[in-house]
């Protein structure tokens, strides 16, 4: 019977090592976001106007097209930080405005910031360039926008 015990109190042993690293891992994790979350607020929104240029590099690299932003601004309502550009102007290969977009606003949550994205998008009064080719298609440079044979699409 005394062999059971000590087996059975050698197992409680490890399974409560094991159980307080679990604990110390997940509180671990937890102040690693709540660091994060704070450096956001504490240093990147109040900031934000500053690091225009390099927001523009990233955009302008993702999108394949060269921009310009007018203006950046960030706000915290609550937990829940909005990052706001004003005049945001694609151009077209030739150097000529293709499409603006006067405000975008986008609003981060940790879910969204986990997934690399944003929780909300909002682009308000967006404003295409489009040309009429020979051959009676519309385009823009950032979009095919319409083909007259057959009716509308978009493709990139």
Same mark, same amino acid.
């Given at each position: ?31 690693? #976001? ?7 607020? &504490? /240093?990147?929104?109040?900031?934000? @106007?500053?690091?225009? +240029? %390099? ?34 102007? #694609? ?7 293709? &499409? /603006?977009?006067?405000?975008?606003? @986008?609003?981060?949550? +940790? %879910? ?45």
């Amino acid at each position: 019977m005394a062999v059971l015990a000590n087996g059975s109190n050698a197992r409680l042993k490890t399974l409560l090592m094991l159980s307080r690293w679990a604990v110390r891992l997940v509180l671990g994790a937890w102040l690693v #976001l709540i660091m994060i979350w704070a450096g956001i607020h &504490l /240093l990147i929104v109040p900031r934000i @106007a500053d690091y225009r +240029p %390099q927001i523009e590099s990233w955009l302008s690299s993702s999108l394949g097209m060269p921009l310009r932003i007018d203006a950046v601004s960030a706000q915290t309502l609550g937990l829940i930080p909005s990052i706001e550009l004003n005049g945001v102007h #694609l151009f077209d290969r030739q150097g000529r405005e293709a &499409l /603006l977009l006067p405000r975008v606003q @986008a609003s981060i949550t +940790p %879910q969204s910031l986990w997934s690399l994205g944003f929780a909300q998008l909002y682009i308000q009064g967006l404003q295409l360039q489009v040309r009429r080719a020979a051959d009676g298609r519309a385009y823009g440079d950032c979009v095919n926008a319409f083909d007259t044979h057959s009716g509308l699409f978009l493709s990139r």
